[in-house]
Structure formats: structure tokens, C-alpha cells
């Protein structure tokens, strides 16, 4: 059995393949009925956090850190998971990191990240 540290209520799956496959995981599940949690950081897409908000098109959208700011991301990440639980999400869903952060400290924020994820869809 894989141990979870601080996991949210919800199901939290890490998604491979950015905001595009972020929103078609998120719009499948809506279209399964599901009530659906999705988390983006800050600039994510190099985009303003209102477009990114629209495409991906969760039904509860939360912040985690700044894009590529991986200290931000790591001192933001069991906050926003609390966050989650006070919501009436089904499922949450959230990018992975990049791989050009995933050394040093970026490793330990990732191994937090599947710590605390039930799922990575897209590996």
C-alpha cells in the first residue's frame, strides 16, 4: 500500500500534458456528472489566470504557487489541498511538474505531489 501524506478528501489525480489535457480530463469528468476540482499555478501557460481559468473549466479552481517557482509551489501545495476539502469536489486534478523542475527542491515538492495523488494519468 502506497503511503499518502496529507491527501485531500477528494481523489487528487496529476495530470501529464499541461493546461490542454488538464481541461479534457476535467471536461470528461463533468460529462460523467462529476463536481470537479482543479488546481493551476499562477501564470501557468504563460497566460492571464482568467484565460486559464476559462479553458480548463473546473467547477473549483485553486492557486498553487507561482509557474516555474517551485519554493512558491512547495509552500503553497498542503494549503491549497486543505482548501479543496472545505469544497464539494468529486475528483481534483492538477499538472504535474515540469521536468525542468524536478530536481533538488522540485523533487521533494513532486514527491509530495504523489504523495498525496491517488492517480497520474498521462505516465
Known sequence: MKYTHYAP???LKL????IEALRRVVNQSKG??????????RGDGD???TLAETEVGADVL???GE????ESIGRELYGMLRDFDQTKVDVIYGCILPSDLKEGLGMAVMNRMLKAASEVIGS
Open 62 to 64: 485553486l492557486y498553487c
Open 47 to 49: 497566460k492571464t489566470d
Open 67 to 70: 509557474n516555474g517557482d517551485v
Open 15 to 18: 495530470v501529464e500534458g499541461g
Open 9 to 11: 478528501k477528494a481523489p
Open 32 to 41: 460523467e456528472g462529476l463536481h470537479v476540482g482543479a488546481f493551476l499555478y
